[in-house]
């Protein structure tokens, strides 16, 4: 299948985009809490689909959650800890970009923890997601795919463009020989904490672009269709003349250019 081109992708985003807004304004006038977890390879895609979901949403009802590696003190709690203080009150949106999966995934990979600690984290990770849904969270989780011939095309990209060299960190360059170990510890993943209660949503991001618009879609076919009516203010003309800005301001950068 060849790649989406912008322009088709860009018509199909928007009425997706205008259903977010829907969804979030029922978010709001229902008090229900919604978490999405983005999780996958490096250069799948998650930010780019994170902004693409959130783009239009209200920045204080929604918020991206991208904690770095845990502190000292952090350290030495319970792991689900500092993900749980981040987890939404009544009418909020939380999209994790990469979340408590941490710990089955770079963490375990990279042999930042034990086995036992992994072991671990797989056998409690179904009970803490059970506790949350159980509670009345929406959770969906999904996990972005991609081959590594397509992953290391992306790392080159990256080196390449100095607004996107900055998302290479030396975990990432040393994880490129990693691809397959990766592979058999998302699996174990799966097999530990996908159920009927927080089931993983895996989609195809060798083509970014149709990846957003599917799993976009998905989200949104797996909300209730509830219609909340949009309320917008009153705008009444504008009494009198508007009135100039007073105060010195900077000349377009145009205007340097000679």
């Not at 299948?1 to 992708?9: A, G, H, I, P, V």
């Not at 970009?97 to 995934?105: E, I, L, P, T, V």
């Not at 506790?131 to 990256?158: M, T």
């Not at 219609?227 to 009135?243: C, I, N, S, W």
Request: glycine letters at 4%.
């Amino acid at each position: 299948m060849k790649q989406l081109k912008r322009k088709e992708y860009e018509a199909l985003l928007e009425p997706m985009q205008v259903d977010l807004v829907a969804m979030a304004r029922w978010i709001a006038a229902t008090g229900r809490r919604l978490v999405v977890l983005f999780e996958g390879r490096d250069t799948a895609g998650k930010g780019g689909t994170i902004d693409a979901v959130r783009e239009y949403l209200n920045p204080r009802q929604c918020r991206v959650v991208a904690l770095p590696k845990p502190g000292e003190r952090e350290s030495t709690q319970w792991y689900f800890q500092r993900y749980a203080a981040q987890l939404p009150a009544a009418g909020e949106i939380v999209l994790f970009d990469r979340s408590w999966y941490n710990r089955a995934g770079v963490e375990k990979v990279m042999g930042f923890v034990s086995d036992a600690q992994v072991k671990a984290f797989l056998q409690q990770a179904p009970a803490f997601e059970k506790q949350l849904v159980d509670d009345g969270i929406l959770l969906f989780k999904y996990w972005l795919c991609c081959d590594q011939a397509r992953q290391e095309e992306r790392f080159a990209e990256r080196l390449r463009d100095p607004l996107k060299s900055w998302k290479l960190s030396p975990v990432d360059v040393e994880a490129r020989s990693q691809y397959a170990e990766y592979t058999r510890a998302r699996d174990a993943m799966l097999k530990a904490t996908h159920n009927d209660i927080a089931p993983w949503t895996l989609v195809d991001f060798n083509d970014q672009k149709r990846g957003r618009l599917t799993l976009i879609r998905n989200l949104l076919d797996r909300l209730p269709d509830t219609h909340v009516p949009e309320t917008t203010p009153a705008f009444p003309p504008l009494p009198g003349k508007p009135l100039k800005e007073r105060y010195r301001v900077l000349k377009p950068i145009a205007a340097f250019d000679a």
